[in-house]
């Protein structure tokens, strides 16, 4: 049995995870028209392949990779084109973003689909096809898994951790997704293993999910794979990448390190199923897990395919009257939808329905009063309130000192604080200005570089109609020493000063 | 509403924390009544009526919200502290005096809840020792639990000659400090009516009830270890060493721990949060100077109790304590395995 590190702080929410880990996984019907922004993954957004009047099948690519951190996108099923609009996409403030637009056909057709042998394919091969497949994180961050497969040259990559903590309240998908998919699972682990070039996988799995640990654990004897499932205590937020390598490992990854600085590298246990899904299977990230839970009347997690409407996808459980809000994510770090006309994207884990009585609105906040509590519950080891005090006193460098971005924006702070105080909002307004703040100086940067070099370019124009003006000036009084002749003088001298008018006035409007 | 993460908030307020600290004040307070009678209580009610119309008055003047401000406990906490420290035949103005310049002048002024740099109880508690050191050292006798006298003596003409008694703590220093006398230690300490257990007759069991209550302060997480630990460990320390080196001249660390206000100092005073110290480490360098001060100025300095003076030297070299002991932040800590 391997050591547990464990981390300091953390809280224990009730997990409400029996509402919808009971039943089966629901396949959710085809919707007829699909949305899929070209905006999923962490990093750059994709490039569209597609126009208004084509004809896609089911898994056809219909963006490509728009840079270097970033992913294609696929039709989630076969039908046309309909453009590429802007619409709502998950988001807190309703952002608007362009969206492939796709209306079904029924016929749901495959493109036709080419599972490789991981094992038989150089590494790089097998990246790009992570890449073409359009892998990525499936905890919530949606960053480009073929990424995280590579190392710099101080780097490196030993243990592959595969995250199945899912220590948020209420989400249960990656919880059924670990007692159905257990082998699948476990084989894309080994396929981005040996991408990865790791020796060792070792599954987390917080201890609240015995039937997930005892799936993962039979999956892995079954294969005889060499594969440590580890039950982890449960406390949010085991589940955080950091946490979870600390409490595996004993490893602290600093703000500003990688995981690979430390020869670890972690992956959700739902991105170890795409992956599968993608390269022994051949079929591309169109399709996923969600957990619909909270205030519904038929919690429980669907299939379901990018780009379904969440409103559809929430009738499926049918959301109590008293429903005020609807959560992307778990209630500890998600965010309220301002609308459902939104889709279902790859970063969706859960859609969560609240109302006043799950969530009361918390009492008339309070001043702090220094009690600490935040402190003990942070598991970054912060001092919440010392960070409270400079942010909303907006001395910024002072919050960054007592280390602003270490933050990982848990919410266990805001949880636990007697005053309720909503001190994440404070960190997030705090990053948010410091971030605005160096723009702003970088921009200024910019436009001071512009601005010199443009003195610089009127410098040295002026020293070359100079240099010009001389030259000329000596052909000039060469030519009148070879003339003589008085007429000709005149005519010259006549002809210098209509062409001096004349650049006179050329120049008048290009003055500044 | 807020629609902001996280959406679940665990069912904690400032009110909760303020009224355990309230109950866990009974169980000393119930020992205290028990050796002194009821003109405890009565000073606690004159404290805390004090206590809520001082916080109503400016709150008012500062137009804060009245309703989430008077009912957080925070200042039945001062006025609870303040009656504690006074002597409970003590005039009715005495203690409201004490109340007015803890809420007016040491919260309000600073700010309110959450602002003030000193302990409100105890910059009330060295305003009147300095102004009324007399009447501030006039503590009944053990026994004297006669309500209708004690009244006399709170609301009516004092004549008080026949009940009061210096308390141990400055039986003792007087004692020592009169170089006529000849006193020592073990002498004063085993002839003198106020002496006879540990603490002082009666003291002990009242420093016993405060430390059950701050026990369970410890257990309810309201408050961490590291204060009262410092604290009781540096004063028995400091009076350990004394005692060992000079045995006629200096008490030992049971005598200090279990008399005057070091039990109520350890659990109840150097651990608000306001004014004291909040990293690890720094609770403890915190109490420990808190302790090493008391310790000199009751052996050495003119008070009966050095605590009160201590607590806000202490509380001056808070922000420079808290500065310097940050705790390691994640991934800071040096070593990785």
Known sequence: ?512 | MSNNSPFLRQPASVQVVMLKVLAALLPGIAVYIHFFGWAVVVQIAIASVTALVAETVMLAIRKKALKPFLTDGSALVTAWLVALTLPPIAPWWLAVLGVLIAIVVAKHLYGGLGQNPFNPAMVAFCALIVAYPQLMSQWPAVGFTDFGAQMQAVFGHRDLDAVVMATPLDALRTALHTPEARATVSGVLGSHATFGNIGGRGWEWIALGYLLGGLWLVQQRVITWHIPAAFLGTLGLASLLASLASPDQYAGPAFHVLTGGAMLGAFFIATDPVSGSTTPRGKLIFAAGLALLTWIIRVFGAYPDGIAFATLLMNICVPLIDMSTQPAVFGHKGKQP
């Open chain 1, 1 to 512: 049995m391997r050591p547990l590190f464990g981390f300091t702080g953390g809280v224990k929410p009730a997990s409400h995870k029996t509402e919808s880990n009971q039943g089966g996984i629901v396949v959710a019907p085809l919707p007829p028209v699909l949305t899929v922004p070209l905006r999923q993954n962490a990093g750059l957004a994709s490039r569209p392949l597609v126009q208004a009047g084509d004809r896609v099948l089911k898994g056809q690519a219909i963006a490509g990779p728009g840079g270097s951190i970033s992913v294609a996108i696929h039709a989630p099923t076969s039908g046309t084109v309909r453009g590429i609009e802007t619409h709502p996409i998950p988001h807190p403030s309703g952002l608007l973003a362009p969206c492939v637009v796709i209306e079904a056909d029924g016929e749901d057709r495959w493109i036709e689909r080419t599972p490789v042998d991981p094992y038989a394919l150089p590494v790089e091969e097998l990246r790009t096809r992570l890449r073409d497949a359009g892998v990525v994180g499936l905890g919530g961050a949606a960053f480009p898994s073929f990424v995280k497969t590579q190392h710099g040259p101080t780097q490196r990559i030993e243990t592959l951790i595969l995250n199945g903590a899912e220590c948020e309240p209420f989400i249960t998908c990656d919880d059924l997704l670990m007692r159905t998919q257990a082998g699948q699972i476990l084989d894309g682990a080994a396929v981005l293993a040996h991408i990865a070039g790791a020796q060792r996988i070792v599954v987390g799995i917080e201890d609240n999910k015995p039937e997930a640990v005892a799936a993962m654990t039979a999956a892995a004897q079954r294969a005889g794979l060499l594969v440590e499932v580890v039950a982890v205590p449960t406390r949010y937020p085991a589940g955080g990448e950091k946490q979870l390598i600390r409490v595996l490992t004993g490893i602290e990854v600093p703000f500003g390190k990688l995981p690979p600085d430390y020869g670890v590298q972690c992956f959700n246990v739902a991105t170890a199923y795409a992956t599968a899904r993608a390269l022994l299977h051949g079929e591309p990230m169109i399709s996923r897990l969600v957990t619909v839970t909270g205030n519904v009347e038929r919690p429980g997690n669907f299939e379901v395919r990018i780009g379904t409407p969440i409103a559809d996808l929430l009738k499926l459980a049918e959301p109590k009257a008293d429903t005020d809000r609807n959560l992307m994510g778990g209630p500890m770090m998600g965010f309220a939808l301002p609308t459902l006309d939104a889709p279902v994207i790859k970063a969706t884990n859960c859609i969560l329905a609240g109302s006043k009585a799950m969530f009361p609105a918390p009492g008339p906040e309070m001043p702090c009063i220094r009690c600490g509590s935040c402190a003990r519950a942070c598991p970054m080891d912060l001092q919440p309130f010392e960070m409270y005090w400079f942010s909303r006193a907006k001395i910024l460098g002072k919050a960054q000192e007592y280390h602003l971005f270490d933050c990982i924006e848990c919410g266990c702070c805001t949880y636990v604080c007697p005053s309720r105080i909503p001190l994440v909002d404070y960190f997030r307004f705090a990053k948010s200005e410091i971030r605005a703040r160096e723009k702003e100086n970088e921009a200024a940067d910019a436009a001071r570089q512009r601005y010199e070099f443009r003195l610089e370019r009127e410098e040295r124009e002026k020293q070359e109609k100079a240099a010009k003006l001389a030259a000329k000036a000596a052909e000039t009084k060469a030519k009148l020493a070879q003339a003589g002749d008085a007429d000709d003088k005149k005519a010259l001298i006549a002809a210098a000063v209509a062409r001096a008018q004349e650049q006179k006035a050329e120049e008048k409007p290009g003055v500044e």
